[in-house]
């Protein structure tokens, strides 16, 4: 079984170029046999295809563009179909072949999503790194501020013990200035005392 695909080498149209690119490229990828047959210079291959395609499936102008897709005399679809089946991961029913073990493009894309699943659990462990280098600074940052605390402790002490040493300060002035007083009582009671024996000696 081969599968046909009917192109024009030489439109001029260069949407039509690229989805018969698009069709032998994807086929060539799946490594599927198939058989290029040119309507342009081949006038016996557009008349076969035209022929071939179902009246459903032929424009409105009654002339099938190309690529037209067969499966030997089967025919398969136009570039619009084969698209869609691309994008459902069904080429190969599309084509009406039996896919061969691991060809399905599914299998892939699981693989990828597999991939990327693997890929997040390695970020997760540099997530906790990082959890771990914060929660380190944190600790050191807190010995810090216990640091600072301290200082501040020790600076009121010392700012007590002046207050402190300021009273015991005044406490001794003022006992100075009450020696000084006693003194000076002393000093007058004594100079009356001998104003007194004078006066009486008089």
């Known amino acids: 079984m081969v599968i046909k695909v009917f192109?024009?080498?030489?439109?001029?149209?260069?949407a039509i170029k690229k989805k018969q690119q698009d069709v032998v490229g994807f086929l060539e990828a799946l490594k599927i046999d198939y058989a290029q047959l040119d309507i342009?210079?081949?006038?016996?291959?557009?008349?076969?295809?035209r022929e071939n395609v179902p009246?459903?499936?032929?424009?409105?102008?009654?002339?099938?563009?190309?690529p037209q897709i067969f499966n030997e005399e089967m025919y398969c679809g136009?570039?619009?179909?084969?698209?869609?089946?691309?994008?459902?991961?069904?080429?190969?029913?599309?084509?009406?072949?039996?896919?061969?073990p691991g060809s399905k493009k599914k299998?892939?894309?699981?693989?990828?999503?597999?991939?990327?699943?693997?890929?997040?659990?390695?970020?997760?462990?540099?997530e906790n790194v990082e959890t771990d280098a914060q929660q380190e600074d944190e600790e050191e940052e807190e010995p810090a501020e216990e640091d600072e605390e301290s200082?501040?402790?020790?600076?009121?002490?010392?700012?007590?013990?002046?207050e402190e040493d300021k009273v015991e300060d005044n406490h001794l002035v003022s006992?100075?200035?009450?020696?000084?007083?006693?003194?000076?009582e002393e000093e007058l009671r004594e100079l009356e005392e001998?104003?007194?024996h004078a006066s009486e000696e008089d």
Do not use: C
Not at 107 to 126: F, R
Not at 151 to 162: D, H, L, N, P
């Open 107 to 126: 299998e892939i894309k699981e693989a990828e999503q597999n991939g990327d699943a693997h890929t997040a659990e390695l970020e997760d462990p540099g």
């Open 7 to 14: 192109l024009a080498s030489s439109s001029g149209s260069t």
């Open 175 to 184: 006992e100075a200035e009450d020696d000084l007083v006693s003194e000076e």
């Open 151 to 162: 200082r501040k402790a020790a600076e009121e002490e010392e700012q007590e013990e002046g």
């Open 78 to 100: 136009d570039y619009d179909t084969f698209f869609d089946a691309k994008e459902d991961n069904t080429v190969y029913e599309f084509l009406g072949l039996t896919p061969p």
């Open 40 to 49: 342009a210079s081949n006038e016996d291959n557009r008349l076969w295809m």
């Open 55 to 66: 009246g459903e499936k032929k424009p409105t102008t009654g002339i099938p563009l190309p």
């Open 194 to 196: 001998e104003e007194e």
